[in-house]
């Protein structure tokens, strides 16, 4: 029997912060959780320790580099490493003019053989497994013999495990927000890859936002990243839960997750200084589709903005939301 694929939710610069990954952890018991990526430069000459931060409630959670000098990547996977990360992973997907210019993101996919000598100092480094994240194709190198070779190469310093957004990425005349709508999805040409490297663990990103694009697609990847969706509909991890994972267990409901973010949130005001909107931001989409959404966006779009607002904003926001929920049934 196949076993359960891989669920993780994508790194997402500014989204997917140690705040958010602790409240899809709530959700998700199974999910691994990508950072955001964090620059070499920043953890060579910032604040490493804050970028590194997180909860142990987060594991698995997984480190995402960007960067293209192997010395740097490998000393970074390495601070990784000693943080207690369970994966590192190298970007080489993101399509932003400030990552081009660093000469990392999507651009590495046109310098295969550079990214390959990046993952050998990186798996040299570090005993837990280095992955990349990466495009199917970038601007007209794009085709499957473009996608096999870069991950040949790459496969051959080391790299067992390959996240593929199944789009291209346009370096040049599209926005990051373009370039992750307007190139066609291609799940074949991921489909593809898998058949021609089975010893590879192979995770389809891109566009995934019903239970049933999983199910249908189970046999073909060894797992599923969820990007925009697991923000703005935070809840269709439950689902994944129950209807992919098969978790029969006890998973908690969308008002025990928020019960349990007010003492998070005052934990990290106390310990931290961290601003209740912080950490609220990441909630909006709790309730997508459910009764009373409205009134919960609406108090958590002001209440923590409010000078010196604290954690009880969230419950505020519960309230409300209660309160409008039993007026539309009622209604
Ligand atoms: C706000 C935002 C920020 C992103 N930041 C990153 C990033 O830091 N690193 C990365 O590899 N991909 C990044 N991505 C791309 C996602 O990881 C993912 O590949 C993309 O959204 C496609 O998946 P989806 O269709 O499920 O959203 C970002 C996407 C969004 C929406």
Not at 181 to 193: G, M, Q, T
Request: proline letters at 5%.
């Amino acid at each position: 029997m196949k076993c359960l694929p891989e669920i993780s939710v994508a790194p997402m610069m500014d989204w997917t912060d140690r705040h958010c990954r602790y409240f899809h952890r709530l959700i998700s018991p199974h999910a691994l959780l990508y950072t955001e990526m964090v620059t070499t430069g920043a953890l060579l000459h910032g604040d490493a320790e804050r970028f590194l931060r997180f909860d142990v409630a987060e594991h698995p959670v997984a480190l995402q580099l960007g960067g293209s000098d192997p010395a740097d990547l490998a000393r970074c996977a390495e601070m990784g490493q000693a943080q207690g990360y369970d994966e590192i992973n190298l970007n080489c997907g993101c399509p932003s003019d400030r990552v081009q210019n660093g000469r990392f993101g999507a651009c590495l996919m046109s310098e295969a053989s550079h990214v390959a000598s990046c993952i050998s100092s990186m798996v040299e480094a570090v005993s837990i497994p280095v992955s990349v994240k990466c495009r199917i194709g970038i601007d007209d190198l794009d085709d499957f013999a473009f996608l096999d070779k870069f991950v040949s190469l790459v496969a051959e310093a080391g790299c067992r495990k390959f996240v593929i957004h199944a789009r291209k990425a346009w370096l040049s005349g599209l926005s990051p927000k373009q370039n992750r709508e307007v190139p066609p999805l291609d799940y074949e040409r991921v489909a593809a890859i898998k058949e021609r490297y089975p010893q590879l663990e192979i995770i389809l990103n891109g566009g995934i936002n019903l239970t049933s694009q999983i199910s249908e697609n189970i046999d073909e990847f060894d797992g599923f990243m969820i990007g925009r969706e697991a923000y703005s509909n935070p809840y269709f991890l439950h689902e994944i839960e129950r209807n992919i994972l098969k978790n029969t267990g006890q998973l908690l409901s969308r008002d025990e997750v928020v019960l349990a973010m007010i003492p998070y949130a005052r934990a990290q005001r106390e310990h931290y200084g961290t601003p209740v909107k912080s950490i609220t931001r990441h909630i909006l989409g709790l309730y997508h589709g459910e009764l009373g959404a409205k009134a919960w966006k609406r108090v958590l779009s002001t209440l923590p903005y409010e000078a010196d607002a604290a954690e009880h904003v969230i419950l505020s926001a519960l309230d409300a939301k209660n309160e409008a929920a039993a007026r539309q049934k009622a209604a």
